[in-house]
């Protein structure tokens, strides 16, 4: 993969993006700030033959994610990685967790709970509660950025990058592989399956291993690795990644809708890179450009704002498609907002306090992970 701009992962990104905001704004309450609700107590409830769907959204980018760090990473030092993730990922987390802490203390949520949330929140601690039902997503990444930072450390006579990036990628793989089929084992004998939904296991990429899994794979075929054993074990991460959303559609609608919207996404986003963007380029600039800035200050801001506005305005904008364009374009304007105001501003100080004076390459801008934009 050339250190170049991807606009069609940008597209993709923003595209998956507005899945997840349509699955929680389809839920989102007209009466109270409060997230899920019945169809009857939801204004956009409208949105539900996509919202119904769209938590893919989150499978999608931990694929996309596997594929990007893995090229973001080559080059450099686990220190340096270190720095420039927390460079991506932490301004928005940190200009997001005080408005949703306001909101939630405004609709009247206990202000001691609210805090131990925010703090947990502001630190990416491995246990939850958060301020925001998203920000496990973030914890989620965090944990596979330490890995990779761990190839990183190796040192090089136990292997070149890719070696070592193609043993932590089998790792992660084949325990998240060996969960999956345990817990699918399990539901086929009608063996209750709460026991797998422990935070713990998301933490410890066993349930999601299999996607970043997948995307690390896809990176290295991308870099010309490519054999019959790499190709089987493509296809068998992507049925296990099948096999997890199969598993989470069982208390949702959509599942069939769910695992095609995510093939496709995932086969867009590889042939987007392979053939570099020949339909993607110039006009197109101009516009995937600006949605790949907005697309993660718009995922990070949703989900509590997004169910304060839906509550506000649905005594004024009684009109629920009228109501859904509204929201939707506050919610882009907040995300454009911090895109091209705070975020850029903050990341260039770190920039220059952090990494200004040591070489580094030049990274590829849209080969960036799924929630650092």
Do not use: C
């Amino acid at each position: 993969m050339q250190l170049r701009h991807y606009n069609g992962l940008d597209l993709l990104r923003f595209v998956s993006a507005l899945l997840v905001v349509f699955f929680h704004l389809s839920q989102s309450s007209g009466s109270r700030v409060a997230w899920p609700v019945a169809p009857a107590d939801a204004p956009l409830a409208w949105l539900a033959p996509v919202g119904s769907f769209g938590w893919v959204g989150v499978e999608i980018f931990f694929v996309l994610s596997g594929l990007i760090i893995s090229a973001s990473a080559r080059g450099t030092g686990a220190w340096t990685f270190a720095k420039k993730r927390a460079i991506r990922v932490l301004p928005v987390l940190w200009l997001s967790v005080p408005l949703a802490f306001a909101l939630r203390a405004w609709s009247g949520e206990p202000l001691g709970e609210l805090v131990e949330a925010a703090i947990r929140s502001i630190l990416l601690l491995p246990q939850g509660p958060y301020i925001d039902g998203v920000i496990w997503t973030l914890v989620v990444e965090a944990v596979f950025y330490a890995i990779v930072a761990l190839v990183l450390s190796v040192p090089d006579r136990f292997g070149g990058f890719e070696r070592r990036l193609f043993v932590a990628a089998i790792a992660i793989g084949a325990v998240s592989s060996l969960f999956l089929l345990i817990h699918a084992g399990a539901l086929a004998l009608g063996v209750d399956g709460s026991i797998f939904n422990w935070f713990a296991f998301k933490v410890g990429l066993l349930q999601h291993g299999v996607f970043f899994t997948l995307g690390m794979l896809l990176y290295q075929a991308l870099e010309g690795h490519r054999s019959a054993v790499r190709t089987a074990l493509i296809a068998w991460f992507a049925v296990l990644s099948m096999v997890e959303i199969a598993i989470n559609a069982l208390g949702e609608a959509g599942g069939f809708a769910a695992i095609s919207v995510w093939a496709a996404a995932v086969t867009l986003g590889y042939l987007s890179v392979r053939h570099g963007d020949r339909l993607m380029q110039g006009p197109a600039w101009a516009v995937t450009r600006p949605i790949g800035k907005l697309t993660y200050p718009l995922y990070l801001n949703h989900f509590v704002l997004g169910q304060v506005l839906v509550f506000a305005l649905h005594p004024v904008v009684r009109d629920p498609y009228l109501l859904g364009v509204v929201v939707l374009t506050l919610l882009l304007g907040y995300a454009l907002f911090l895109a091209i105001g705070p975020e850029p501003l903050i990341q260039r100080r770190a920039k220059e306090r952090l990494l200004d004076g040591k070489p580094r390459m030049r990274e590829a801008r849209a080969v960036i992970p799924a929630f650092e934009r």
